[in-house]
């Protein structure tokens, strides 16, 4: 997308790389441009206009994303519009070949990979010579430099595929999920693929026919298969799944062949465990088939044979396959396990199938038995329930190794269902999470971050399309944001001002009135100009008028002063030292009192060194305690320099405060007084303190409670917490330590996989720290918390149980919701340790000298239960998280206050 820099001098566009995807900046009307990440020099487009722009921004999004489709539909539209852009009949040959831009290993230049060979020669491609008709010298030297390029490895294609042997079969399917783990396609894709060899077909299966080419490009195998196979069969369990980038790219490819083999070759759909009518639009006229039911596999093998011919079909000797069944001695005992389990008791369940396998080790229901009671189930079914999947379990591999047909595919769709569960719900999480965000989204930054998040969950719902929608309203949001700065500098009315408004608005030419306001902010410089010119002409002739007036003035007085001249010099001798400074100090206590402190500090410095001043500042304070002037007493007894009475003043000012039931007040003189009982009556009103300074302070301010050693020093005592107030809601609010007050393990070395539940820091946080930090009185104020066990929103780790505590860690999403206010803005986050945490920190070499900020945990589990999710340095959120023994991390703690009614 289009996007402009502001400069003091020229305009600079920047286009993002068609390669990369970095930044390639160039003048306007500039046809070539060079990236600055990847280096790459690379022909432009023509961007007039923010509709043209934003085309193009995103067909180079599918194509760098290999979704050539969805790009070329895009290109096309640039097309119906300007039939002469170079560039656009470039991207639809670039789209046709299926070029993907790598980096060189050796060299580090990007260079081309073809992804969709044809046998048609790019240089007698319509498209390549358009591009080249309708571009200029600069243009058209590097279309050619790359087509020869292409022209090259797409020869290399051919060459190698053209000794490849036919193939009967190609079966497309998605074989990895967004963590990279087997989808439920591969397993149904193998079954296909054992059942077709039986049958004698050769079959393509990328899983198995390309692992030996492993390190190798794979196009030169696939575009072979392609054009020999005369059947495809797509098949897939989830809509996403059949529009997965390479599935899509493998039978968009295809149906291509099948329309132009004159009904020699077909493609055949074939869905599981989803709604038929979401297959993609392009298979609305093929004729799909239900893999669920019954006889379907039978169906397939039959309508393959119709198009391959019989003639490839081998007859084929069937493996028998055992059935596993209990025989009439074990029966009972199985049955008497599963009543344990019924009844919830693990350990008998347990031994009564260990009995059972003594009899028969290979009875795949006794490892089931023992797989149910290993993760506390009491029904079979329950199993599908299971918060995580259990393929990993010894049990579980036994039962299937052992297991017939029907218990095989029961067990392993409760696996398959697990998994299926937890995506939807992971992606669900990012789904809401990044709709939340662009529905709240008001500035450029947030709707990028909501762009972000809707790319974790790309392929969900219609998250790609919001990912791009967001895109469009960041580069607007960036407009109104830069148009609007432009009118707040012309608020000022200064030059200077209307100059930077003059550049801003100069960047939006097109945008609103931008051009309108370019010559209101000329005229106004001008009138200012104007303006300061006269000014300075009537100010030069003023000052001649007054010197010739003084002229004449001086001459006069000379004539009749010197005679009272001796006089005055007596008179103002007493005047200088004693009644003007008497004079002045009352002025400057009646500025004290009316808080006129800029006017009271300017005439202080004028008669601070007096002496008849200093001489009288204890007598003016006594006076202002008698009038209950006790500000302006303490600020006198400053001023003197009696820290005794400043004590004294500050004490009884106190009690005045607590009379009035102005605690707030009152603990602020006291919290750092040490002055007869001030300590004790600082804690006794310490509650409706905290109550007051919390409904005073807005959100993102600090307030201070509680008392914890920081300093690093024991022999002054602990010192007082500060804590931010993050969310402020009815008559509650939600505080975090403003510092990382310790450094210790989420977890025990005893038992690393654990949950928020379970940890060490919750412990910690609610015994240790609750009863060394607070107050009785302050305990009164702290709330016993609902804290949800929230999942990590990427890795989808359960977070555990809800739990009720009154000291805390922030949760993932929290972070995000209270802490992180301004989406993408992740120095929010950013954390200094204390002193005192910062000791162990030292010791163990992760801190720099001259840089004490520092990584917090959160309460999140990370990519799995032995490790958490934490906050870097930095401020942005390290999903995958740190090993829960790690005993560096920081703890902020955090708490909910109820201000409702606190009592002192």
């Known amino acids: 997308m289009q996007t402009f820099e502001i400069t003091e001098e020229i305009t600079v566009s920047v286009f993002k790389c068609k390669m990369c995807g970095g930044t390639v900046e160039f003048e306007p009307g500039a046809t070539v441009g060079v990236c600055d990440s990847c280096g790459t020099k690379q022909t432009l487009p023509r961007l007039d206009d ?98 020869k390029a292409i022209d090259d490895i797409q020869k290399g294609i051919l060459e190698i595929s053209s000794k490849e042997k036919p193939f009967d079969v190609f079966i497309c399917y998605k074989e990895t999920d967004a963590q990279g783990r087997r989808t439920q396609d591969s397993v149904l894709a193998n079954d296909l693929y054992h059942q077709l060899t039986q049958e004698g077909f050769k079959v393509f299966f990328s899983r198995i026919t390309l692992e030996d080419k492993l390190g190798t490009a794979y196009e030169p195998y696939i575009f072979a298969a392609l054009n020999s196979a005369k059947v495809m069969v797509v098949l897939g369990t989830k809509p996403e799944y059949f529009n997965a980038v390479w599935v899509k790219n493998e039978w968009s490819r295809y149906l291509s062949i099948v329309k132009q083999s004159g009904g020699k070759k077909m493609l055949i759909p074939a869905y599981r465990d989803m709604d038929p009518y979401d297959l993609p639009e392009e298979f609305s006229h093929l004729q799909a088939q239900d893999m669920s039911k019954l006889g379907f596999m039978q169906d397939l093998i039959r309508g393959i044979k119709k198009i391959v011919g019989t003639s490839n079909a081998k007859a084929v000797v069937k493996e028998s396959v055992a059935v596993n069944t209990t025989n009439n001695s074990t029966a009972p005992l199985l049955r008497r396990a599963y009543l344990f389990l019924e009844d919830g008791n693990w350990q008998e369940a347990d031994e009564y199938c260990e ?105 969900f719902k219609d998250a790609d399309e919001l990912a791009v929608i967001c895109d469009d309203k960041a580069a607007l949001a960036f407009k109104e944001e830069l148009y609007n700065s432009a009118l707040n500098r012309m608020k000022g009315k200064t030059v200077d001002g209307y100059e930077q408004a003059i550049g801003y608005f100069k960047q939006l030419s097109g945008w609103k009135d931008s051009e309108a306001q370019i010559a209101i902010c000329e005229n106004e410089i001008a009138e ?170 807005e959100e993102g301010e600090s307030v201070f409670f509680g008392s914890y050693e920081q300093d690093n020093n024991p022999d002054n005592g602990k010192e007082k917490i500060e804590w931010i107030v993050l969310k402020k809601e009815d008559n509650s609010a939600l505080l975090i330590s403003k510092n990382i007050l310790e450094c210790l393990s989420y977890n025990t070395k005893d038992s690393t996989d654990t949950t928020w539940e379970n940890s060490f820091l919750r412990y910690w946080l609610n015994d240790d720290f609750y009863n060394e930090v607070f107050s009785t009185n302050q305990q009164k104020m702290i709330s016993l918390s609902d804290v949800p066990g929230q999942r990590n929103p990427k890795s989808g780790k359960s977070g555990g149980n809800d739990t009720k505590d009154h000291v805390f860690l922030l949760s993932i999403p929290e972070v995000r919701k209270y802490l992180d206010k301004y989406y993408g803005k992740s120095q929010a986050n950013v954390c200094e340790l204390t002193e005192s945490a910062a000791t162990s920190v030292t010791q163990a070499h992760y801190k720099n000298d001259d840089d004490y900020t520092w990584l917090w945990w959160t309460r999140t589990p990370g990519r799995d239960l032995s490790r958490a999710a934490f906050i870097r340095r930095t401020g942005e959120i390290d999903y995958d998280g740190a090993a829960v023994t790690h005993n560096y991390e920081g703890v902020r703690p955090a708490m909910w206050i109820d201000i409702s009614d606190a009592e002192g």
């Open 528 to 697: 200012i100009e104007a303006n300061a010119k006269a000014e300075q002409e009537e100010s030069r002739r003023r000052a001649e008028e007054n010197r010739i007036k003084a002229e004449k003035k001086r001459k006069k007085i000379i004539s009749i002063s010197i005679p009272i001249v001796a006089v005055c010099v007596v008179f103002c001798i007493v005047l200088i030292v004693v009644i003007i400074p008497l004079q002045k100090l009352n002025q400057y206590i009646d500025l004290l009192n009316t808080h006129k402190s800029p006017e009271a500090a300017a005439l202080w410095g004028e008669i601070k060194d007096s002496n008849i001043v200093q001489g009288n500042l204890h007598r003016k304070a006594k006076e202002m305690i008698d009038e209950e002037r006790y500000d302006t007493a303490y600020l006198l007894l400053t001023e003197a320099g009696d820290e005794e009475a400043i004590e004294a003043n500050k004490y009884d000012r106190a009690l005045k405060f607590i009379g009035s039931g102005n605690y707030y007040n009152a603990y602020n003189l006291l919290k750092d007084l040490n002055y007869t009982d001030s300590k004790s009556k600082a804690d006794e009103i310490s509650g409706p303190y905290l109550q007051e300074a919390i409904k005073k302070a």
């Open 50 to 147: 923010d509709r043209r722009a934003n085309l193009y921004d995103r067909a180079n999004h599918f194509r760098r994303n290999n979704d050539f489709d969805k790009a070329m539909g895009i290109y096309e539209q640039i097309l119906n519009a300007d039939n002469a852009d170079a560039e656009a009949y470039w991207s639809l040959v670039l789209c046709r070949y299926g070029i993907e831009y790598v980096e060189d290993p050796a060299t580090r230049k990007r260079v081309p990979t073809v992804n969709r060979a044809q046998y048609t020669s790019i240089f007698a491609d319509e498209d390549y010579k358009s591009a080249l008709q309708y571009a200029d010298s600069y243009q058209k030297e590097i279309y050619e430099q790359e087509a």
């Open 355 to 459: 009995r059972v396998l003594d009899l028969d080790p290979e009875c795949a229901e006794a490892y089931v038995g023992k797989l149910m009671a290993e993760l506390k189930v009491r029904k079979r079914d329950k199993l599908a329930d299971c918060r995580e999947p259990f393929e990993s379990l010894n049990n579980y591999q036994k039962a299937i190794r052992f297991g017939d047909k029907r218990l095989i595919e029961e067990i392993e769709g409760y696996v398959r269902h697990i998994y299926e569960r937890n995506e939807n719900e992971r992606l669900t999480a990012l789904y809401d999470e990044a709709t939340d965000i662009m529905n709240r989204a008001s500035t450029q930054s947030a709707f990028k971050d909501a762009a972000a998040t809707f790319r974790l969950a790309s392929g």
